[in-house]
Every structure is written in structure tokens, then in C-alpha cells.
């Protein structure tokens, strides 16, 4: 009998209860920035306005990864934040959570999905069919790290 991958027990579902966007935003500081020496309220810095999709990963009741997008405007969409726990990495989460990101939110017409991915994280985005879109930004808090972003998007069809 092939043991099972800690994937495949992973649930990916909308963040809709208060303690589950709790539970995210402590995975995004935790996996983000955290490490890098920065407060605990960093997030709300990068808030935008508009509709946001938050979505996570389950397992065994534990929220193991997430992502959230804000909404640009009618077909363009961008994924803000994408956080998975050390353990879980590698293993197939962060692609099911674009995955059903990619699933809401497609449309009769063509659809673009943008982030500024971190230098750590673009070999990630390229294998999910995101493509650079030449632009590239430094964050001081992040430039002192090594860390720096560049734009990437992705046309669905």
C-alpha cells in the first residue's frame, strides 16, 4: 500500500469564518514575515481596497497554507499573498490553491491574474504559467534581505 503524501489529506476551501481569516493572516506572518524580522501588523500595509478572495489549506483542522487575491477590476485579479508551512512545501499545495483560485474566478471572457512575486518565489510562479511581465520592485524592508519582486501575470482564457 502506497503512504499517503501530507497533501493529499489537504482540503482547500474559502477562509469564511472570522477564526479561519485568524489563522491565515498568522500563517502569512509567520511564513513571510516573521523570518525577516518584521512586526506582526505588516500585512495591513499591503492591504488594497476592493474584494478580496481568501482561500486555505486544511489539514487535520490546521490551516497549512493560503492565498489572497484582491480583485482589480472585472477580469483582473492579483494575487496579493501566498504562504505555505515548511512541512507542506513542495508537496503539490500552493499549485491546488491557484488552482482553485484559477476555478472561481474564470469567466466567459479572458481573465489576468498579476503578482509581485519575490525572487524566492518566481521558479514557483513560472511552473503554474505565470510569465514575467517585466517589472521588477525593491522594498527596503525586504531589499535588506535579499528580497526583491518582480511582476508576473497570468492570461486564462
Same mark, same amino acid.
Not at 39 to 53: N, Y
Not at 54 to 75: F, K, M, Q, W, Y
Given at each position: 500500500m502506497k503512504a499517503k503524501q501530507k497533501?493529499?489529506?489537504?482540503?482547500?476551501?474559502?477562509?469564511?469564518?472570522?477564526?479561519?481569516?485568524?489563522?491565515?493572516?498568522?500563517?502569512?506572518?509567520?511564513? =513571510?514575515?516573521?523570518? =525577516?524580522?518584521?512586526?506582526?501588523?505588516?500585512?495591513?500595509?499591503?492591504? =488594497?481596497?476592493?474584494?478580496?478572495?481568501? =482561500?486555505?489549506?486544511?489539514?487535520?483542522?490546521?490551516?497549512?497554507?493560503?492565498?489572497?487575491?484582491?480583485?482589480?477590476?472585472?477580469?483582473?485579479?492579483?494575487?496579493?499573498?501566498?504562504a505555505v508551512k515548511a512541512g507542506y512545501q513542495g508537496k503539490s499545495v500552493g499549485t491546488r490553491l491557484v488552482e482553485e483560485l484559477i476555478r472561481q474566478i474564470r469567466q466567459d471572457t479572458s481573465i489576468s491574474v498579476q503578482t509581485w512575486a519575490r525572487n524566492t518565489s518566481a521558479g514557483f510562479f513560472t511552473k503554474s504559467g505565470f510569465k514575467p511581465a517585466g517589472e521588477r520592485l525593491e522594498h527596503p524592508a525586504f531589499a535588506a534581505h535579499g528580497i526583491n519582486f518582480q511582476r508576473m501575470h497570468l492570461k486564462v482564457p
Open positions: 497533501s493529499d489529506a489537504v482540503e482547500i476551501m474559502d477562509a469564511v469564518a472570522d477564526k479561519q481569516r485568524d489563522e491565515l493572516d498568522l500563517l502569512l506572518w509567520s511564513v =513571510l514575515w516573521q523570518p =525577516l524580522g518584521l512586526p506582526r501588523d505588516i500585512r495591513q500595509t499591503f492591504e =488594497l481596497s476592493g474584494s478580496e478572495i481568501d =482561500l486555505i489549506a486544511v489539514d487535520d483542522g490546521s490551516v497549512v497554507g493560503g492565498v489572497v487575491v484582491s480583485r482589480i477590476s472585472a477580469n483582473k485579479y492579483e494575487i496579493r499573498h501566498i
